[in-house]
């Protein structure tokens, strides 16, 4: 028989190196689905079809039961592989493995085929004998999988390849015997060969395919088991009082893991690709966590740099291409515990992309020679990340730093109120206020206690008819109101923040009636609203897909392989742009890391960035557990608003003077409100006119919204309406109720402070309830706005002095940080790359994308920019693009949700390591959402990575910031076809839920052919399968999601050197005038505890508040223990100190 018809390669070579070859880690492009899938079934008479070797296609064989052959997985992966032009898959028939010899089994030059105990069970012994007649290329070794059935082979296997195991004894007994074994059993504790295991530990059966695992646990917990099993229903492990040992079958005895209750399942294809997710622990209480489609919850977890060198060991080790096997994080330390070989991940589009990618390269690299097959390994596009840059020179992607607003929410609503009685100084003390003079309260308990003092309050001022308390009154009862809705407590839509005021509250005004009270009180904030709206989560979604773009690699299918006719159009993620991204992150080589505030919005808009960035799938909440970490330690992203400098305190109080005047603005009022220039704000000044003119019509047109509300409230029809995010009627009228009421002061005069919430609340209406149709909505929009970007950007200083000043106050630890990450970059470490020992096949596995993504709040965006527009990075004069993006963002009046500031930093590796041209920085800016009518008088940039000297000299023209997708770009650089979101696109309302939820963004459109753009991400979008045309749905049935502008290039020629002495000296400056105040404060609070409290601070012991000296993360300083989500299980610590830092930067 010819070497062709026995099926074996046609050079006689072996089979593949132990356990697959290195893998590419390139783009396949694949080809879109079409009706006739190579994917046969064997029929007998194809065994004695004579080919040769050059005429025909590799034939890729699957020999496994029915049951794994037609899964899901292997069916999604099998579709992928044909889209290969030379690979046929023919799937050998469950009967024909069972009954027939192997010589009748049908041919195939690579065989995937692995034992399981399906039905009747699958013969291994028959696939090795098949094997041996063939000789085909083995994906997985055949002959291990007889060790991968027998637990103690496989520690046996682990702890030879030197991978950390839990502690463990084996105990075997002769079935015929026994009592006779090595095993004494106390009540805590078993000794097994003379080895003690208290409990709890763990029982395991020798066979692996034997599921029932039993854990005991010790009298003093309460006693008794949980036993183990295969998933049944929603179960997968019950509690039983039993507590003693099994006494029949032969068993492995290991110590119990606390794991903070989860478990980490890794999947690899091949050595160098690993894909791990987390799930609940069976071993918590039993029941399945399952999503809203019934599919049991998986976490994304990224692995360490030893967690990727165990995968590749296990993966070689067993001779497993395509294997999985069980992780246990704890104490700071990874355990395999389990290795269950042939394995694939259940509903992820990207990696069944990945596992046919990387198994059809392996094939093609394999066998293609051999068979005089025309195909070589594709272009190694994402394995370094090189890009183009602006001059033309080619250049590597070392570092993208992203500092991102959050996304739409519901109206922020915030109550201040000043109080002096002993209960809340007593809950001040009781919580730790007088360590740093600030305390937020969000706990479910302390909220309740604040609830407790204020009904006791309203009882007692109940029987007084003072004045000033009658005002007070009116805020406890808002206070009580306020914390008694939703009928339970939560500190995503509630919290209270009370800080220490020596001397009362200082008043906003000079004119203010009441005269500054001496004695001390607290100042009470209640907060409440602001919750991510579902239009958020998308917006957040979508920029985090269209942030991939940014990765150099696979945009948009551009290259192909040879063999391949067209792109695959597969998933989210094949052909896709920015897929280079997924590859960098699925191969190891990118060092993620995402940080958000302690907001609840903040934090939900980080993971649904995460979720589209990453192409993950299903909820926000496992992805915010397990991939963001809580960054509110040493006010990195959060700030206080309500404790301000001294300087804010006067800017507040000049800016309320101005407005105050009934007058047309005078040339000196535009001095002394826009010294800057600012066209954005001159323009906001010539709309208003007279400010207290303006304040009137605008009480006018809240009065004229809330009598209409009223109205509708009392008309039957529509009383009980839904409006967006499952609000009433009701609740928006105490919204603007609520407004009304404190806009206009008891003096007639108006305060300043409630434009921006005015704003809030009209732009939102305007966006998700416009189809209520009340009357001049769009004239207060109008007029709110005018006011809100005079004093929104104003209150964070007036003049450029104030400004800086103010900035520094905000953002000096991240600014810091920014300058770490920038540093830390070019320096070895061992996060989230692999052992250079094991990263053959990995092209330049050292090297790595480090992405840093800060998720905050208005101020900080705010601030991050006034350092960087008044710093003194470049002189303007000198300068002309620094020059032009400065008119570009005085021009911008609103920082919108989704706002971004992003910083990349490349490397040139053709220079000397210590030239200053070495590293190349560039600084970007996006205003974040298009606001409602933001169609004419746009700012203009130049968009992304322009072309410098092309535009030099360019005039900005009027029109919209579509308009520039025309211009002309440098031919050097990659160009990406613009995917726009419409300007608002219809959601389609969950009815079942009765409340306004999004489902997706609109459809994807694309520009005209041959229309080239910097545009980097006009917000690329996909449209969801759930989204039906949502055309002539009203109010009830649909809401907008506004498209976000894109980035502009501010500057793209900075050094390294000169972005570090610029954040040094910015750093050095504001920490300076920190300092002072902090020790004044400092002083404050350690005589305030001393005298109030009678509770003198130990000597040594930690002082109040942080010296500022010292950078916040000094080498000696401790992890705070925030570094993580408190919403789930912190993330494991390495061991190895030096890395302390980076794993809880």
């Given amino acids: 028989m010819s070497q062709s018809r026995d099926g074996r390669r046609p050079d006689g070579g072996d089979g593949p190196k132990r356990g697959g070859a290195d893998f590419s880690d390139d783009e396949v492009d694949k080809r879109p689905m079409e009706a006739d899938v190579k994917i046969d079934m064997f029929r007998e008479e194809d065994v004695e079809d004579e080919e040769s070797p050059s005429g025909r296609l590799i034939v890729v064989g699957i020999c496994c039961m029915m049951k794994k052959s037609k899964s899901k997985p292997m069916t999604h992966i099998l579709e992928r592989l044909c889209k290969f032009d030379y690979i046929e898959v023919v799937v050998f028939p469950e009967d024909v493995i069972l009954d027939q010899p192997v010589d009748k089994w049908p041919l195939c030059d690579c065989l995937i085929s692995f034992h399981s105990k399906d039905g009747?069970?699958?013969p291994l012994d028959k696939a090795v004998e098949?094997?041996?007649?063939?000789?085909?290329?083995?994906?997985?070794?055949?002959?291990?999988?007889?060790?991968?059935?027998?637990?103690?082979?496989?520690?046996?296997?682990?702890?030879?390849?030197?991978?950390?195991?839990?502690?463990?004894?084996?105990?075997?007994?002769?079935?015929?015997?026994?009592?006779?074994?090595n095993l004494v059993e106390a009540e805590d504790h078993v000794e097994v060969n003379g080895e003690v295991f208290p409990k709890p530990f763990v029982e395991k059966p020798v066979c692996a395919e034997d599921h029932n695992v039993y854990i005991y646990y010790p009298t003093s917990a309460g006693g008794g088991s949980q036993r183990l099993f295969r998933k049944i229903g929603s179960r997968s492990s019950v509690y039983s009082p039993e507590t003693s040992v099994r006494k029949t079958g032969s068993y492995i005895y290991e110590e119990f893991m606390p794991t903070d209750g989860t478990d980490v399942k890794v999947y690899t294809v091949g050595p160098d690709y690993a894909h791990a997710e987390a799930r609940k622990s069976p071993a918590l209480d039993g029941k399945v966590e399952r999503d809203s489609e019934g599919k049991e919850i998986r976490y994304p977890v990224m692995l360490t740099a030893m967690e990727k060198l165990v995968a590749r060991k296990v993966c070689l080790a067993f001779k497993q291409t395509v294997c999985g096997f069980d992780l246990l994080r704890a104490n700071?330390?990874?355990?395999?515990?389990?290795?269950?070989?042939?394995?694939?991940?259940?509903?992820?589009?990207?990696?069944?992309?990945?596992?046919?990618?990387?198994?059809?390269?392996?094939?093609?690299?394999?066998?293609?020679?051999?068979?005089?097959?025309?195909?070589?390994?594709?272009?190694?596009?994402?394995?370094?990340p090189i890009v183009p840059t602006t001059s033309g020179t080619m250049m590597e992607l070392r570092c993208v730093i992203a500092i991102i607003r959050h996304g739409d929410r519901t109206p922020k609503q915030k109550m201040k109120m000043e109080v002096r009685h002993p209960l809340f100084f007593e809950l001040f003390d009781k919580c730790g206020g007088?360590?740093?003079?600030?305390?937020?309260?969000?706990?479910?308990?302390?909220?309740?206690?604040v609830l407790d003092i204020a009904r006791l309050l309203l009882l007692e001022l109940g029987q007084h008819n003072d004045c000033e308390i009658e005002?007070?009154?009116?805020?406890?009862?808002?206070?009580?109101?306020?914390?008694?809705?939703?009928?339970?407590?939560?500190?995503?839509?509630?919290?209270?923040?009370?800080?220490?005021l020596r001397h009362g509250q200082p008043k906003a005004s000079s004119e203010e009636e009441d005269s500054k009270r001496e004695v001390p009180s607290l100042l009470l904030v209640l907060k409440w609203g602001g919750e991510l709206t579902?239009?958020?989560?998308?917006?957040?979604?979508?920029?985090?897909?269209?942030?991939?773009?940014?990765?150099?690699?696979?945009?948009?299918?551009?290259?192909?392989?040879?063999?391949?006719?067209?792109?695959?159009?597969?998933?989210?993620?094949?052909?896709?742009?920015?897929?280079?991204?997924?590859?960098?992150?699925?191969?190891?080589?990118?060092?993620?890391?995402?940080?958000a505030s302690d907001e609840g919005r903040v934090q939900m808009t980080a993971a649904a960035f995460a979720k589209g960035l990453l192409a993950l799938e299903g909820e926000l909440t496992p992805i915010l557990v397990q991939m963001v970490k809580s960054a509110n330690m040493n006010g990195l992203l959060d700030s206080d608003s309500d404790s301000l400098t001294d300087c804010q305190q006067k800017v507040k109080a000049r800016l309320h003077e101005i407005m105050q005047k009934d007058q047309d603005f005078s040339q000196e009022d535009y001095q002394k409100l826009a010294p800057t220039g600012s066209p954005s704000l001159v323009n906001s000044m010539k709309i208003i006119q007279n400010p207290v003119k303006t304040c009137d019509k605008v009480y006018t047109l809240i009065q004229s919204?809330?009598?209409?509300?009223?109205?509708?409230?009392?008309?039957?029809?529509?009383?009980?309406?839904?409006?967006?995010h499952s609000e009433t009627l009701e609740l928006k009228l105490q919204r603007w109720s609520k407004l009304e009421r404190d806009f206009r002061m008891k003096s007639g005069r108006y305060d300043i402070s409630k434009v921006p919430d005015i704003y809030d609340c009209i732009k939102y209406d305007t966006q998700h309830n416009s189809s209520l149709d009340l009357d001049d909505t769009l004239e207060l929009f109008r007029l709110s706005r005018a006011l809100a970007d005079i004093v929104i950007p104003q209150e964070y200083g007036i003049t450029k002095a104030e400004k800086l000043d103010i900035a520094q106050a905000y953002c000096v630890p991240l600014m810091k940080k920014i300058q770490l990450d920038l540093q830390r970059t070019h320096e070895d470490e061992a996060v989230n790359k692999l052992h250079p020992l094991?990263?053959?096949?990995?092209?330049?596995?050292?090297?790595?994308?480090?992405?840093?993504?800060?998720?905050?709040?208005?101020?900080?965006?705010?601030?991050?920019?006034?350092?960087?527009?008044?710093?003194?990075?470049?002189?303007?004069?000198?300068?002309?693009?620094?020059?032009?993006?400065?008119?570009?963002?005085?021009?911008?009046?609103?920082?919108?949700?989704?706002?971004?500031?992003?910083?990349?930093l490349y490397e040139d590796n053709n220079k000397d390591p210590s030239s200053e041209e070495r590293f190349h920085v560039e600084l970007h800016f996006s205003p974040g959402v298009k606001g409602c009518d933001d169609e004419e008088n746009v700012p203009l940039g130049f968009g992304f990575r322009p072309a410098s000297s092309e535009n030099k000299d360019k005039k900005p023209n009027q029109g919209s910031l579509e308009d520039l997708s025309q211009d002309q770009t440098d031919q050097a650089l990659q160009v990406y076809e613009p995917i726009n979101i419409q300007k608002r696109s219809p959601i389609i309302r969950n009815r079942k839920t009765g409340s306004m939820e999004v489902l997706s963004e609109t459809s994807l459109s694309q520009s005209s052919k041959g229309c080239t753009s910097h545009r980097l991400h006009p917000s690329s979008s996909r449209q969801s399968p759930e989204v039906k045309a949502a055309s002539g749905l009203g109010f009830e049935g649909c809401s907008m999601v506004p498209s976000i502008y894109p980035l502009e290039t501010l500057h793209n020629l900075l050094s390294l050197k000169q972005v570090d002495e610029f954040l040094n000296a910015v750093c050095e400056s504001g920490s300076e005038a920190h300092a002072k105040t902090m020790k004044a404060l400092s002083g404050l609070f350690d005589s305030q505890s001393r005298t109030s409290l009678d509770s003198p601070q130990a000597p040594g012991s930690e002082p109040s508040l942080r010296p500022p000296g010292r950078p916040l993360w000094h080498k000696e300083a401790s992890v705070p223990s925030s570094a993580v989500s408190s919403a789930g299980p912190s993330s494991p610590i390495v061991e190895n100190p030096a890395l302390s830092f980076n794993l809880s930067e």
């Fill in 120 to 122: 009747a069970g699958f």
């Fill in 130 to 181: 098949y094997a041996q007649l063939r000789n085909p290329l083995l994906i997985n070794d055949l002959n291990m999988q007889y060790f991968i059935q027998d637990r103690r082979e496989v520690y046996r296997i682990l702890q030879e390849e030197g991978i950390e195991l839990p502690r463990y004894g084996v105990l075997d007994r002769n079935p015929d015997n026994p009592e006779e074994c």
């Fill in 471 to 500: 005002e007070k009154k009116s805020k406890l009862e808002q206070l009580k109101t306020v914390l008694e809705m939703y009928g339970h407590f939560s500190g995503i839509n509630r919290k209270v923040q009370l800080t220490y």
């Fill in 534 to 595: 579902p239009a958020g989560r998308v917006q957040a979604e979508e920029l985090g897909r269209a942030f991939r773009c940014m990765y150099p690699g696979g945009q948009a299918g551009r290259h192909r392989a040879l063999g391949c006719e067209s792109p695959i159009d597969f998933g989210d993620y094949a052909g896709y742009p920015g897929c280079g991204l997924l590859r960098l992150h699925s191969t190891y080589r990118h060092d993620l890391k995402i940080y």
């Fill in 332 to 384: 700071g330390h990874s355990f395999v515990c389990d290795v269950n070989g042939f394995s694939f991940v259940k509903n992820s589009m990207k990696y069944y992309d990945d596992c046919a990618k990387v198994l059809g390269n392996m094939v093609m690299r394999e066998l293609a020679p051999q068979f005089h097959i025309p195909w070589s390994i594709p272009m190694e596009a994402e394995d370094i």
């Fill in 838 to 904: 094991y990263s053959r096949g990995v092209m330049s596995p050292g090297r790595h994308v480090r992405t840093r993504l800060y998720f905050t709040s208005e101020s900080h965006v705010h601030s991050l920019l006034s350092v960087f527009r008044y710093g003194g990075l470049f002189d303007d004069e000198k300068d002309q693009q620094w020059k032009q993006a400065m008119d570009y963002l005085s021009a911008v009046t609103e920082l919108n949700y989704m706002t971004q500031i992003v910083i990349m």
């Fill in 705 to 724: 919204l809330t009598s209409q509300i009223r109205k509708r409230l009392e008309d039957p029809k529509s009383s009980d309406l839904q409006l967006y």
């Fill in 434 to 449: 007088y360590k740093s003079g600030k305390l937020k309260l969000k706990k479910p308990k302390q909220l309740q206690e």
